[in-house]
């Protein structure tokens, strides 16, 4: 009897040995997405618009997909040709190139005819994971957004010359999860990291 149950035990463990590592050879683990900074690939990117156009000039920068500490999974770099200016209604339009690049090395580009977008990006210092401490740190963005538990949804540098008209600026938008709407923004001069403004809709 004790002898059966010994045998008993011992395929059982041989079953469970198997079927373990059944599992860790079909069903491995789901691989972490890379995340990088904006600042990682914009000379990759300002390089490859080259081939688009020589005049190409940087305009705005975006992330899309997953986003950790400041890092996102990939960016969007925005860029016009000022040489293709052309008076629409009254408002001048440029064609535009976006070329997103991914950390996982994979590059993307799409092109827009009819882009009013025409500040040049300059004096920016602070990279995303560095905007991401800051106001993760300043007390008014606590305050008014983080313990409201609002998540980052995506950055966004560009200049805007209502808040700074020198340097460029991060726009950061904020939400409560995948079907809230815009929920708070928090505006950050990208040159010296100051907190320009910090809004919230509940």
Same mark, same amino acid.
């Given at each position: 009897?004790?002898?059966?149950?010994?045998?008993?035990?011992?395929?059982?463990? %041989? %079953?469970?040995?198997?079927?373990?590592?059944?599992?860790?050879?079909?069903?491995?683990?789901?691989?972490?997405?890379?995340?990088?900074?904006?600042?990682? &690939?914009?000379?990759?990117?300002?390089?490859?618009?080259?081939?688009?156009?020589?005049?190409?000039?940087?305009?705005?920068?975006?992330?899309?997909?997953?986003?950790?500490?400041? &890092?996102?999974?990939?960016?969007?770099?925005?860029?016009?040709? @000022?040489?293709?200016?052309?008076?629409?209604?009254?408002?001048?339009?440029?064609?535009?190139?976006?070329?997103?690049?991914?950390?996982?090395?994979?590059?993307?580009?799409?092109?827009?005819?009819?882009?009013?977008?025409?500040?040049?990006?300059?004096?920016?210092?602070?990279?995303?994971?560095?905007?991401?401490?800051?106001?993760?740190?300043?007390?008014?963005?606590?305050?008014?957004?983080? &313990?409201?538990?609002?998540? @980052?949804?995506?950055?966004?540098?560009?200049?805007?010359?209502?808040?700074?008209?020198?340097?460029?600026?991060?726009? %950061?938008?904020?939400?409560?999860?995948?079907?809230?709407?815009?929920?708070?923004?928090?505006?950050?001069?990208? &040159?010296?990291?100051?907190?320009?403004?910090?809004?919230?809709?509940?």
């Amino acid at each position: 009897m004790k002898e059966a149950y010994k045998v008993t035990i011992a395929c059982i463990c %041989i %079953i469970s040995l198997v079927f373990t590592a059944v599992i860790i050879i079909y069903f491995p683990r789901t691989q972490e997405i890379p995340v990088m900074t904006a600042m990682t &690939k914009t000379e990759k990117a300002i390089a490859l618009s080259k081939n688009w156009t020589n005049d190409s000039t940087l305009v705005a920068v975006q992330s899309t997909g997953k986003l950790v500490d400041g &890092k996102s999974e990939g960016w969007r770099y925005s860029f016009i040709s @000022p040489s293709t200016a052309r008076n629409n209604s009254m408002v001048l339009e440029y064609d535009q190139q976006t070329i997103t690049i991914y950390a996982n090395g994979k590059i993307t580009t799409s092109y827009w005819n009819h882009s009013i977008l025409n500040a040049h990006i300059i004096n920016w210092t602070i990279d995303s994971n560095r905007a991401y401490k800051i106001y993760s740190n300043d007390p008014l963005v606590k305050e008014k957004i983080i &313990k409201k538990s609002m998540r @980052p949804e995506y950055f966004t540098l560009r200049m805007e010359y209502g808040y700074s008209a020198n340097n460029a600026i991060w726009d %950061i938008h904020f939400g409560g999860g995948i079907f809230d709407p815009l929920l708070g923004t928090v505006i950050m001069d990208a &040159k010296v990291g100051t907190i320009i403004s910090v809004t919230a809709n509940r």
